[in-house]
């Protein structure tokens, strides 16, 4: 009979190497701790088709999002850091340029330049004219910038492979056994595990019962050969610097979604878009789709299980994970390490009642 002892010890086993994953073992291995994350290479991420961007504007009403002010500065320090640490240029700055669709929107950014502006600025729509049909102007959103996610999360998880820190495997949780001192899994004796796998966490029994409400995300990458890569752009649709002269550009958030696969319906759509937008040609080299795991609040969960202080959750980070994943995974650490509060928007006191049933 194997014995304890033969277990490999870590303090935390963590479930997914997306966005969030990787910011949660990189802020472990930061606090000195110890960890094993588990990944199944071959089942999609929302990390995989995300945009990248980070933008402190939001909507058509064009306003803050939540917390910018705080989250901003801090995934800026955060991506930069890991960027260094790497040795990978992952961070680009990328003003968006915003290409209004209708006379709504352009009174709308009028209207915010003129009274809650941080982050808005005039600019010339004379610049884009050789590139795009702007007639209804043009504004421009500072401080935004395009993180390379797939490089970033590719780099980290080399250096992870390089340290014995990484399994490519599908997680099966009949294998978790609770203990005395944390968890046991496949060999793995943990003080915590926590569950960063997306959609994975709506099947999971200690944390189905989440107001998880995942949304289906569609992009294209196409080649514009003649369209300056310094700027992301942004009509009723984004066009995004994506690597050469590749654009990202996307996307949609489908609710009720019947599969996972790529939809012919968003290709002619996005293609449509386009015509209409440039005075360029394009060409479409790949169409991609992932499932977002949203949730109702629109809120992330983040914390341990009231009944199970062992097992974890850092997930939920929904269309604006690239700016939260990196402060939510420093405070899950710093909480568990350090008994400090998690923000009560994010943790999952709000959900305890339900969580305990």
């Not at 479409?284 to 949730?295: C, E, Q, T």
């Amino acid at each position: 009979m194997e014995q304890a002892t033969s277990h490999k010890k870590v303090d935390y086993l963590i479930i997914g190497q997306g966005l969030v994953g990787t910011w949660l073992s990189y802020y472990a291995l930061q606090a000195g701790k110890t960890c094993m994350v588990v990944n199944d290479s071959h089942t999609p991420s929302a990390s995989q088709v995300a945009s990248g961007v980070i933008n402190p504007v939001t909507g058509r009403r064009i306003v803050q999002t939540w917390m910018i002010d705080t989250f901003l500065p801090f995934a800026l320090k955060a991506y930069s850091d890991l960027g260094t640490q790497l040795n990978a240029p992952i961070v680009k700055e990328a003003p968006v340029v915003l290409i209004h669709p209708s006379l709504q929107m352009q009174e709308s950014f009028e209207y915010r330049y003129e009274h809650e502006n941080v982050y808005l600025q005039k600019n010339n729509a004379s610049d884009f004219e050789a590139f795009m049909h702007a007639p209804f102007g043009t504004g421009q959103i500072n401080q935004t910038v395009w993180i390379d996610l797939n490089l970033m999360i590719a780099g980290w998880r080399q250096q992870l492979i390089n340290n014995a820190q990484y399994k490519d495997t599908k997680f099966d949780l009949a294998d978790l056994q609770i203990t005395n001192e944390g968890v046991t899994w496949n060999g793995i004796q943990a003080k915590r595990i926590v569950f960063c796998d997306g959609l994975g966490s709506m099947q999971n029994p200690y944390f189905k019962m989440l107001p998880f409400a995942p949304n289906k995300g569609e992009a294209l990458i196409v080649e514009i050969k003649d369209l300056p890569n310094q700027a992301i752009y942004k009509n009723n649709i984004t066009i995004v610097p994506w690597k050469d002269q590749l654009f990202w550009v996307g996307s949609n958030y489908e609710w009720d979604f019947k599969d996972t696969s790529p939809s012919e319906d968003f290709r002619k759509k996005m293609e449509d878009a386009l015509t209409q937008l440039l005075k360029i040609p394009f060409t479409v080299v790949d169409h991609i789709a992932g499932i977002r795991p949203a949730n109702q609040e629109r809120r992330p969960f983040v914390g341990l299980h009231p009944s199970y202080p062992a097992i974890g959750i850092c997930n939920g980070m929904g269309t604006k994970g690239c700016s939260l994943a990196p402060y939510f995974a420093h405070q899950f650490i710093e909480h568990c390490e350090q008994g400090l509060p998690i923000h009560p928007e994010a943790g999952l006191e709000r959900f305890e009642e339900i969580l305990n049933k």
